[in-house]
Structures are given as structure tokens and as C-alpha cells.
């Protein structure tokens, strides 16, 4: 039933509705998904260094942009 109310919660179910669906108190839903969430790495892992890094077409638009918004 925790794992139930995880993939739930994931899926973008809210706490109290999880709760209703399941019929446990709100409370133990959070205290369940809180508990998984711990158990998970705080980062994933990093490459040690990048060789391609790509600018972000919106910023380069509006820095290039020659008419100003309204």
C-alpha cells in the first residue's frame, strides 16, 4: 500500500486525495512519501567535465531583439 501511495503521489495525486483513495489518513501518506524521499541520492551524479554547452535560444532572441516589448 506505501509504494501504491508513492507512485500515486508521483503520478501528481494529492496527499489527501491519496488518503480518501486508500483510506488512510493524510498523515501517513506524507509520513510514507517523506520516508521515500530520504531514501533517495540527494544529486544525481555529475559528469567530471562537459565537452559540448549549448545557449539557451530565448536568451540569445531577446538579446538580439531590436524592437522593445509593449
Known amino acids: 500500500m506505501r509504494h501504491q501511495a508513492v507512485r500515486l503521489y ?3 495525486m494529492g496527499l489527501r486525495a ?3 483513495f486508500l483510506k ?9 512519501v517523506t520516508a521515500a ?7 544525481p551524479p ?4 562537459s565537452e559540448v554547452i549549448e545557449m539557451d ?3 540569445t532572441f531577446v538579446g538580439a ?5 509593449t
Open 10 to 12: 508521483l503520478q501528481g
Open 18 to 20: 491519496i488518503g480518501r
Open 24 to 32: 488512510v489518513n493524510h498523515q501517513s501518506i506524507t509520513n510514507w
Open 37 to 43: 524521499s530520504a531514501k533517495l541520492e540527494a544529486t
Open 46 to 49: 555529475q559528469p567530471a567535465s
Open 57 to 59: 535560444e530565448l536568451y
Open 65 to 69: 531583439k531590436k524592437t522593445k516589448s
